[in-house]
């Protein structure tokens, strides 16, 4: 494999057997020159090369890459081209001053641009084996390619000194990279490193207080573990449970797009279940009565994204809805989420939980002798009047050991003799059986199939009524991958219910626990230490209760997704990034403390991290690029205005489809490659969803795996971001790290005291990104109607104003 030092040397090799008084025709140059360069020295593939490619009566010289990425037209040794003086330290000079001064050059330009626009190629390199000029020979940056610069090598000579950059634009990894199309916008012939990689030690923690550590662990405790807890669960679904469905009136969605949650998870031309929700706006769809019916003897199917409240609304159906039906079956919930995490066989781990629940819910010993003898009376009837039936009498010791012998055998098939057990003790007490199989979509995607396959064989062989638990793009596939090809008849959706009620009912719950007006035995120890807890707990309920925006923040930026939002007031509460001290402090002097918005906007951000970190923040870096297109600081926001506006592309449902969006993106100059990272990208944070709910994921060499879905739409999240949150202070005071600055001036300003959190500094940095971001789209050709990024930054300048003001105060 050819190197970059390997290259270096062939260069200097060639250079050195070249006469200085040769004048070769077109063949000898290509053959003893060009050939050697580009396959000795610039490290191409010759099974990537074609020569002397003929199409519509025109030949190519080479063209090179699979698939063509570049057009190398070849001119005889002789062809001098006259270069301009002066050229620049970057290698780069304008295309018309070199096209003026050399009538060759000129020509063998045209000549060039003209088979790649013809091929579709998008660079074009002409040479005479010693000088080699490349260029962009189509643009979508407003610039026409005459315009436009070239990489300029005026002789081998000078490719030699300057080897690092010709290996980096023309080789055949640099031009597969495109990093001469980066190179000739920008001048880089890379993108620019993040200012993240200057900070000392990047991504670095913030190391909770002691007081913080103490009140993120009173949090977890007191919202989220303390409600699994045999003492308080019944108390909290009759307190906390919320009606699934409610539309929140903080969304920044649509009412059409919230309603349609679920929908389009098929196709048109294929055949479905029919979905139904379990509360719509006039009914409840979902009465106890479906308990007892006999659904084809199929699982009921509740179906609902990750955090909607799956697990809740069976829970206050056992507690609350349909509670006598629960009390007088017996039920076995088997948690599939981290229960099973260390089961290798998931059919031995749920056998085993249905053998233990039955012993400790329901006294019944699967095992016992006297049970035995019940369920399996008439296997002992027939086994009296079989062969060893005539030894009870005459040798009953015998006959003894061979009944045992058989009912051992009975009992090591475990899972024929559950069932054999469930179902005789439900009959002869006249009880219904229900099973709950909970949180299989927390596992891999085969777990999932195998709990599909499970909860069919208990519907229809254990006579039970039995609940799977999924997610969308779980029943999708395993509907396809005929898991589910017999599917139920009725799928019942699950949607979130509104996420201001929710959390101020677990706030009020927790707090009633921390105060000590619940009580919880074996949490008594804890209570003693709660009161800074209960402090916090009541600034969140009076802030939440009076500013709006807090309850618009939690309802967007978590999806919908109950559990996302409280574990982020959870997280929030224990934040390193806020200041628990200060609002305790003054919540016991003066009783009241309003939290505002942009404490929970930079927790959100920030995480437990002193910077924004992509990979942990439940945010996303809209302005973020992978390429030096300035104009991609946009795309994102621009893709989600798109989706968010664009009603005439919208079908009933919100989706529009990708080929329109796409259409209408590269319209604006997009690149394909932008746009599917674009979609990509967004739909991997949720800011958009597909119809089958997929994320996308890459290989190893980073490449997109799988077919683009064929529409999106935008989420809450999506929509908080575009309308919320890109504009504000606390935004570009984190996402500055994040975002390649292309501009050297301004990357060049934003670099001084990089490291300083004092206040002024980071107002300083976020104005210069914002004039940056603004330069950038005051510069852009071709801007789009339904996107306005300075409308967008006058929206969010009273929270800079607010920062300049306290700077000015103090």
Known sequence: MQTLAK????????????????????????????????????????????????????????????????????KREGTFFEIPASLSKNLTIDLDSIMKLSADASEAIKQAQGYCSQRGIPIAIVSNGHQYIAFLA??????????????VFHSLQHMLKNFNSAWQLLSQAGIADRNIARYLISGESGIPSKLSSKLTDHPSARYQSEMQATLSQLSELFLQDLIDNKEVEKAFFAECYCESGSLSKYALLSKNILEARYASLFSGHEAAPHLTPVKDKKTDNFSPGVLTEAIARRPIVLLGDVGVGKTSFVKNL????????????????????????????????????????????????????????????????????????????????????????????????????????????ANSTKRQIIISLDNADQRDFEI???????????????????????????????????????????????????????????????????????SIETIDYVRLNAGNLAQFLKALITSLSSNYELYEFLSNIT??????????????????????????????????????????????????????????????????????????????????????????????????????????????????????????????????????????????????????????????????????????????????????????????????????????????????????????????ANKPHFFDFNQYCDAGENTFFAVKRAIERH
């Open 318 to 425: 056992i507690y609350n809805s349909a509670y006598d039906e629960f009390q007088s079956a017996i039920y076995i919930y088997i948690d599939l989420g981290s229960t099973a995490a260390l089961s290798v066989d998931l059919k031995t781990f749920v056998l085993n939980e249905v053998e233990r629940q039955l012993f400790e819910n329901y006294d019944i010993d699967v095992s016992a002798h006297k049970f035995l003898k019940a369920i399996y009376a008439s296997d002992i009837h027939k086994f009296g009047n079989g062969i060893w039936g005539a030894k009870k009498t005459s040798d009953p010791d015998l006959y003894d050991s061979k009944l045992l012998e058989m009912l051992e055998a009975l009992t090591k098939e475990k899972d024929q003799h559950l069932k054999r057990s469930i179902n005789g003790h």
């Open 559 to 780: 999806g919908g997704n109950i559990r996302a939002a409280i574990e982020f007031v959870t997280n929030f509460i224990g934040s390193p990034n806020v200041d628990a001290e200060k609002i305790i402090r003054i919540m016991n002097e003066e009783e009241s403390y309003q939290i505002p918005l942009h404490e929970f906007t930079k927790s959100a951000l920030l995480g437990n991290y002193s910077h924004y970190n992509a990979d942990t923040s439940i945010a996303m870096n809209v302005y973020d690029i992978a390429s030096t297109d300035p104009k991609e600081h946009f795309l994102k926001p621009i893709l989600l205005a798109l989706l968010e506006s664009a009603q005439e592309l919208h079908d009933n449902d919100g989706f529009c489809k990708t080929k329109e969006l796409t259409s209408e993106l590269q319209g604006l100059g997009f690149t394909l490659d932008q746009i599917t990272r674009a979609f990509r990208d967004c739909t991997n944070k949720k800011l958009i969803e597909t119809s089958q709910r997929v994320t996308f994921e890459e290989d190893i060499n980073g490449v997109l795996v799988g077919k683009i879905p064929d529409s999106f739409r935008v989420t809450s999240i999506g929509a908080y971001h575009l309308k919320r949150w890109m504009s504000v202070f606390t935004y570009f005071d984190a996402m500055v790290f994040d975002t390649p600055i292309l501009d050297k001036d301004a990357r060049e300003k934003l670099s001084e005291d990089l490291n300083s959190f004092n206040i002024n500094a980071r107002y300083c940095r976020a104005v210069a990104f914002k004039s940056y971001l603004m330069d950038v789209w005051d510069n852009m």
């Open 448 to 518: 999932q199939q195998s709990a599909f396959i499970i909860a069919q064989e208990f519907a229809k062989d254990w006579n039970s009524t039995v609940f799977v638990s999924v997610r969308p793009q779980t029943f999708f596939k395993s509907k396809r991958s005929g898991a589910l090809a017999a599917y139920p008849h009725k799928v019942f959706t699950i949607s979130p219910p509104r996420i201001d009620v929710v959390v101020k009912k677990r706030l009020s719950f927790a707090l009633n626990m921390a105060e000590g007006k619940v």
């Open 138 to 151: 189509s643009r979508q940056d407003g610039v026409s390619v005459y315009e436009g610069d070239a990489v």
């Open 7 to 74: 290259g270096q040397k062939a260069l200097k090799e060639l250079i050195d057997t070249l006469s200085s008084d040769s004048n070769m025709n077109e063949a000898q140059t290509r053959f003893h020159i060009i050939d050697r360069v580009l396959f000795h020295c610039l490290g191409w593939s010759k099974d990537v090369v074609e020569v002397e490619n003929h199409e519509e009566r025109k030949f190519t010289d080479y063209e090179l890459g699979s698939p063509r990425s570049a057009v190398l037209e070849a």
